[in-house]
């Protein structure tokens, strides 16, 4: 079994008018945010052996965020150019590229590729998955690179929790 954790980043600033995309930070609801599902999420699972995310800053700063609170190490998240993209392709890609001798993961990308993910590889529909929004789905294999039809165990959305 293989289970994933993909959250979309929390809600960021476009404060800053001169500043990249790639660049942008979280909005102060956007680091609550963050605190809030991921506090929820420890006491709901087990720590995800690995924890990978896209390079732009409000995605990474979430990954930050959620290694905070499940006490994992900050040097040990895995960055990726790749996931900095708004399809599933990356985002299957990664998925499908991580070590077998991971049995969990938990990624930080990007709506649109989150979204139209979740679709295609869990068994519920999600119109949208909201910022800091995170869903989790089981696959029924051993080998991530055979991922297809997995069941969606759960969905976290901080509209939830306020």
């Given amino acids: 079994m293989k289970t994933l954790y993909i959250v979309r980043h929390a809600k960021s600033s476009w404060e800053y008018e001169r500043i990249k995309d790639i660049d942008r930070p979280l909005k102060k609801r956007g ?3 963050a605190y809030l599902i991921s506090t929820v999420l420890h006491k709901k699972i087990e ?5 990978v995310s ?11 965020i959620f290694s905070y609170s499940f006490n994992f190490p900050l040097a ?12 599933d ?42 910022t800091c929004g995170v869903v ?20 976290e959305f901080p509209k939830y929790h306020k």
């Avoid at 896209?54 to 930050?64: D, I, K, P, Q």
């Fill in 31 to 33: 680091i609550n945010d």
């Fill in 47 to 51: 720590r995800p052996s690995v924890f």
């Fill in 136 to 155: 989790a789905i089981e696959f029924k294999t051993n080998h991530w690179k055979n991922i297809k039809n997995g069941k969606t165990l759960f969905t």
């Fill in 76 to 87: 040990n998240i895995k960055i990726s150019k790749s996931l900095y993209s708004f399809s």
């Fill in 89 to 130: 392709g990356y985002l299957i890609k990664t998925v499908k590229a991580l070590d077998d001798g991971f049995d969990s993961a938990i990624i930080f990308s990007h709506d649109h590729g989150i979204s139209d993910f979740v679709n295609n590889y869990g068994h519920k529909n999600i119109d949208h998955v909201p």
């Fill in 54 to 64: 896209s390079c732009a800053n409000r995605a990474l700063h979430t990954a930050m």
